[in-house]
T-cell receptor, first 111, second 117 residues
Framework: RKEVEQDPGPFNVPEGATVAFNCTYS??????FFWYRQDCRKEPKLLMS???SGNEDGRFTAQLNRASQYISLLIRDSKLSDSATYLC????????????FGTGTRLQVTL | GAVVSQHPSWVICKSGTSVKIECRSL??????MFWYRQFPKQSLMLMAT?????????EQGVEKDKFLINHASLTLSTLTVTSAHPEDSSFYIC?????????????FGPGTRLTVT
């Protein structure tokens, strides 16, 4: 079983739509959680950290459910520029610097 | 701030030759840098953790004699792919953690696309 699992997509949505991505992690010792964004043939860039209390940054909302070992990302009012691959990333307790990446979920926002 | 550069951005080399990739933190000091590899449609896989002034720590399955890592200063780490083969063709990305900053946030370089013919 992969340490971090994501639906690869692609998710094709019209501009203005709301879209949600899910991610599950297998290691209960996972400590920190992030969503990164990766454009085609580019490096990943941090989108937001994810906290148990949930956090929001503009049109983006991230949630963490430790009991279910589940992370989500909600994007409201999708823009064309949101088209990218969204990577779910976790770190494990005791290895705070080591990032474990999911394979990513590809989003394509269309007119 | 927190900019990481990589050089070269892409390279084509012949099988059997060696290729060196540089990773630099431009505006911060990084005691720890990380080297990842990403094959098409796959996730980033950590190859090794590079600590300034000490030997790199390699992930399971990564040959340390094939992927030589040197982290000679707080702003520079290099990855040398020795005796490259076509199966080493991949996207190599480095990242750095700001010195003194805890947590999981890392800053990524733009990546180096290696093609071995």
């Amino acid at each position: 079983r992969k340490e971090v699992e994501q639906d690869p997509g692609p998710f094709n949505v019209p501009e203005g739509a709301t879209v949600a991505f899910n991610c599950t992690y297998s290691n209960s010792a996972s400590q920190s959680f992030f969503w990164y964004r990766q454009d085609c043939r580019k490096e990943p860039k941090l989108l937001m950290s994810v906290y148990s209390s949930g956090n929001e940054d503009g049109r983006f909302t991230a949630q963490l459910n430790r009991a279910s070992q589940y992370i989500s990302l909600l994007i409201r009012d999708s823009k064309l520029s949101d088209s990218a691959t969204y990577l779910c990333v976790v770190t494990i307790t005791g290895t705070a610097s080591k990032l474990t990446f999911g394979t990513g979920t590809r989003l394509q926002v269309t007119l | 701030g927190a900019v990481v550069s990589q050089h070269p951005s892409w390279v084509i080399c012949k099988s059997g030759t060696s290729v060196k990739i540089e990773c630099r933190s431009l505006d911060f000091q990084a005691t720890t840098m990380f080297w990842y590899r990403q094959f098409p449609k796959q996730s980033l896989m950590l190859m090794a953790t590079s600590n300034e002034g000490s030997k790199a720590t390699y992930e399971q399955g990564v040959e340390k004699d094939k992927f030589l890592i040197n982290h000679a200063s707080l702003t520079l780490s290099t990855l040398t792919v020795t005796s490259a083969h076509p199966e080493d063709s991949s996207f190599y990305i480095c990242s750095a953690r700001v010195k003194g900053q805890g947590g999981g946030e890392q800053y990524f370089g733009p990546g180096t696309r290696l093609t071995v013919t």
